[in-house]
């Protein structure tokens, strides 16, 4: 079950990285996100983890390719 913060932050951040990601990478762009997330989903399920730790880990999941935005190495 995703709370309603992380519904926030990705209705908020997969339209930022659309926008501010380089259409140059070929990887690392919101489908691979989208991907990351879905197989952190099913982690956490996997590991039965609470709500606190699904919500942390799908965080994780959902930034962890902020610093492209910033530089591309």
Known sequence: ???VRFKNALAWWIPELENQLSTDFKYHNVDHTLSVLEYCRLLA???KLNTEETEILLFAA???D???????I
């Open 45 to 47: 399920e996997d590991e």
């Open 62 to 64: 959902l930034f962890h």
């Open 66 to 72: 902020y610093g492209f935005i910033k530089s591309p």
């Open 1 to 3: 079950m995703l709370t």
